[in-house]
Structures are given as structure tokens and as C-alpha cells.
């Protein structure tokens, strides 16, 4: 069973600077795609940003092109989601995912099948 813990989060204030981390244990990164959502209070969850397993593909939700970057290394099994230019907006608990599927990437919640508790960014002067 594939574990995935989150870390990172905290508050920033606006037009500040995070890097998210999710370390994955209990199996190897390569083979999972991997996404980035957030939830908001009272918000759907959302995607936010995802690479595919091999790295070819990576998509990012129009409200954050620009502005994060997501990145893996799989020889430390790690995958981050580096946030710049925060805004209030971007507040939210940011959860990492992870899919067994071997192409692409998606933004729908239902493409994957693991997901870790979530850290809390907060975004306020």
C-alpha cells in the first residue's frame, strides 16, 4: 500500500514563497503519476498541478500557470510543488495524489488511488 505524506505548508504572506514536499513510501515513485489538489473551506476540491510517472507530461490549473512548478526525484522518492507569487486565494489544504496509471496525468479526483492527509497553506498578511 502506497504511503504519501505531505509537508511544507504553513503561512506566508502574499507574493511569498513555499515549497511543498510529499515523500513516498512503501513502493517506488517511478511508477505512479502523481497530482496536487487543494481544498478550500466551503470550496470543491480542485487540481491544482500533476506530472505523469515518466516526467513527459505535466499540467497546471490556469489560476496557477506562471506561478508553481511541480518537480519529481525519484531516487528520493519525492515529489514538490514549489509555490510562488502566493495570493490569498491559494489558500487551501494542498493534498498529494498518486495514480498506477502509466500515461499522462489528470485533474479528476477518480484518476487516482492514493491519497495522503493534506498540509495547510494559509495565505494572509
Known amino acids: 500500500q502506497l504511503q504519501l505524506v505531505e509537508s511544507g505548508g504553513e503561512l506566508v504572506q502574499p507574493g511569498g514563497s513555499l515549497r511543498l514536499s510529499c515523500a513516498v513510501s512503501r513502493s517506488t515513485l517511478d511508477y505512479y503519476a502523481i497530482g496536487w489538489f487543494r481544498q478550500a473551506p466551503g470550496k470543491e476540491r480542485e487540481g491544482v498541478s500533476c506530472?505523469?510517472?515518466?516526467?513527459?507530461?505535466?499540467n497546471y490549473a490556469d489560476s496557477v500557470k506562471g506561478r508553481f512548478t511541480i518537480s519529481r526525484d525519484n531516487a528520493k522518492n519525492i515529489v514538490y510543488l514549489q509555490m510562488n507569487s502566493l495570493k490569498p486565494e491559494d489558500t487551501a489544504v494542498y493534498y498529494c495524489?498518486?495514480?498506477?496509471?502509466?500515461?499522462?496525468?489528470?485533474?479528476?479526483?477518480?484518476?487516482?488511488?492514493?491519497w495522503g492527509q493534506g498540509t495547510q497553506v494559509t495565505v494572509s498578511s
Open positions: 495524489t498518486a495514480s498506477r496509471r502509466r500515461v499522462g496525468c489528470s485533474f479528476f479526483w477518480s484518476y487516482y488511488d492514493y
Open positions: 506530472i505523469s510517472s515518466r516526467s513527459d507530461i505535466t
